[in-house]
């Protein structure tokens, strides 16, 4: 969720049509993952790039233009 990156209020919710188990962090214990491997947060952005160019292509143009 992006709230962990941004501190804003969280832009998504989900719910689950069968039983699951999650897992879950805290933005406080993210973080410092975040800056102790580079890599998985250059995996992250280029995660929400795909995303983001997935509803752009969907949606005919550009996200927000």
Do not use: H, N, Y
Not at 19 to 42: C, E, H, Q
């Amino acid at each position: 969720e992006i709230s962990m990156i941004d501190r804003q209020p969280r832009s998504a919710e989900v719910t689950a049509k069968t039983d699951l188990v999650t897992a879950s962090i805290t933005s406080w214990a993210f973080r410092p993952i975040l800056k102790d491997d580079p890599a998985l947060g250059m995996a992250l952005l280029l995660t929400m790039c795909a995303r983001l160019r997935s509803v752009e292509s969907a949606e005919g143009g550009k996200a927000g233009a």
